[in-house]
Structure formats: C-alpha cells, structure tokens
C-alpha cells in the first residue's frame, strides 16, 4: 500500500493518471496562446506566466491535482452506455 509522507499527504494521488488526451492537448494551446499573449503584450501582467506553467506541468505529467481531488478524469476510463460519467475511484484523503 502506499505511504503517507509526513504532511500526511497520501501518494497515491500524486502517482494518479486523470487527464486525457484530448483534454492535453486543450491545456497545451491554452498555454501556448496565453505566453503568446503575454509576449505580445495583450496581457501585461507577469503573475499570468503562473497558469501555463501549470497547464504544461499538469498536460505533460497527466495529472492534474483538482481532478484527483474532486474525483474526476478525462483519461478514457470505462464508462458506461446509461452512466455519461467517467467511472474514476475517489481517493481517502484522510
């Protein structure tokens, strides 16, 4: 089983695959049109670098940290004809 470190924070999440490749790709233009952006001076502010920092981290680790939390993914898993919901494990956080 897997080990809690000492925050108490359960690895598992942090091992999780819960982003598809369709969703990838959404956050790698997201982030590419937001540098554009800021390069090009529409956007002025350098705190906005932040976000597609994160959207590239998330895209290419396939993880992203809110999904495993509220329990949602894009990754393809086994859904069902009647059930529209992607069939995901909630994670213990305790």
């Given at each position: 089983?897997f080990?809690?470190?000492?925050?108490?924070?359960?690895?598992?999440?942090?091992?999780?695959?819960?982003?598809?490749?369709?969703?990838?790709?959404?956050?790698?233009?997201?982030?590419?049109?937001?540098v554009?952006?800021?390069?090009?001076?529409?956007?002025?502010?350098?705190?906005?670098?932040?976000?597609?920092?994160?959207?590239?981290?998330?895209?290419?680790?396939?993880?992203?940290?809110?999904?495993?939390?509220?329990?949602?993914?894009?990754?393809?898993?086994?859904?069902?004809?009647?059930?529209?919901?992607?069939?995901?494990?909630?994670?213990?956080?305790?």
């Amino acid at each position: 089983m897997f080990e809690k470190d000492s925050f108490g924070l359960n690895f598992k999440i942090l091992m999780m695959h819960n982003v598809g490749k369709i969703d990838r790709i959404i956050r790698l233009a997201v982030a590419a049109t937001l540098v554009v952006l800021y390069f090009t001076k529409v956007i002025d502010s350098p705190a906005i670098l932040f976000l597609p920092l994160l959207l590239v981290l998330t895209s290419l680790r396939r993880c992203c940290p809110l999904y495993a939390v509220l329990g949602l993914g894009t990754c393809g898993v086994k859904t069902d004809e009647t059930d529209k919901k992607i069939d995901t494990e909630k994670l213990k956080l305790n």
